[in-house]
């Protein structure tokens, strides 16, 4: 066993809700197949060197090498496969420490992205572990297709859209 080329050095909460579904549909009692389970998903990645800013002995490759990485996922509407609806969403900062690889922006996005979604299995089980109808472990992901480049391009237009005033009672963020 070894350290991984990737830490996580900050995790923070932005989001969390969870209500009991009531148009689930239990495959143990029913005889129809459960709706799609698919959740959606919103994921974005940018560098983030500014995280070292107050401390002045780290290395510039460290701070070349560390992201900003944020994942949020929820069940899609009218959901009928899942007995919660529910909407989580963490920021995490990475950091390539063997900055010596060149795929460091690639091992960012993968590494951090499921990173952060054990954050949210593991937020998502404590909750409902003590809600009424038991606890919900969400399916293991993989994010090997991620590509950084899309996570940066998702980046970037979220952050052109919240720059753009938004009328009162507007809601400026997706998930």
């Known amino acids: ?13 932005g989001k969390v809700l969870v209500t009991p579904n009531s148009r689930y549909k239990d495959p143990a009692t029913t005889a129809e197949a459960p709706a799609d389970m698919g959740l959606q998903s919103a994921k974005t ?3 983030n060197p500014e995280f070292w800013e107050k401390q002045l002995d780290i290395d510039a490759a460290v701070r070349d ?26 920021t995490g900062v990475v950091v390539n420490f063997d900055s010596v690889d060149g795929d ?3 091992l960012a ?6 990173l952060l979604y054990g954050a949210i299995r593991d937020q998502l089980l404590s909750l409902t572990s003590k809600m009424k109808a038991g606890q919900l472990l969400v399916p293991t992901m993989s994010f090997e297709d991620e590509k950084y480049e899309d996570m940066f391009a998702a980046h970037q237009r979220l952050t052109s859209a919240a720059k753009i005033k938004a009328e009162p ?7």
Request: proline share 5%; charged share 20%; glycine share 6%.
């Open 169 to 175: 009672g507007e809601a400026t963020d997706v998930l």
């Open 1 to 13: 066993m070894r350290h991984s080329k990737i830490q996580l050095v900050e995790l923070t909460l």
């Open 104 to 106: 460091s922006d690639k």
């Open 45 to 47: 990645i940018c560098k």
């Open 65 to 90: 090498h560390t992201y900003a990485v944020k994942l949020g996922i929820r069940t899609p509407p009218n959901s009928t496969g899942y007995p919660y609806n529910f909407e989580i969403q963490f």
């Open 109 to 114: 996005a993968k590494y951090g992205l499921a």
